[in-house]
């Protein structure tokens, strides 16, 4: 290189650092995003969970309720259906 050139790259080089942080804000932006992504799947995986947990006990519920009117009707009985004499 001759001196000329030196120098002309010493000029440039606040462009290039600029660039440098261009470029790392465009990954930082990029990763920043994955990250705003990732969030709102897990958003989306907490939700369909808590549904997932009601519909689960309205379930519960209905069996216990089942259960309960099945012991009932057995009670007193011999499991036939027939009331003991």
Do not use: C
């Not at 001759?2 to 990029?30: G, V």
């Not at 995003?33 to 997932?52: F, P, S, V």
Request: net charge positive; glycine share 4%; aromatic share 2%.
């Amino acid at each position: 290189m001759d001196l000329n050139t030196s120098s002309r790259l010493q000029s440039n080089q606040p462009a290039i650092n600029r660039l440098e942080e261009i470029k790392k804000l465009a990954t930082f932006k990029e990763r920043v995003d994955q990250h705003d992504r990732e969030i709102a799947a897990i958003r989306k995986l907490i939700n369909y969970g808590m549904k997932l947990i009601v519909r689960i006990e309205e379930a519960q519920k209905q069996n216990e309720k089942e259960i309960l009117a099945l012991t009932r009707s057995l009670r007193g009985a011999n499991g036939n259906g027939k009331a003991p004499r």
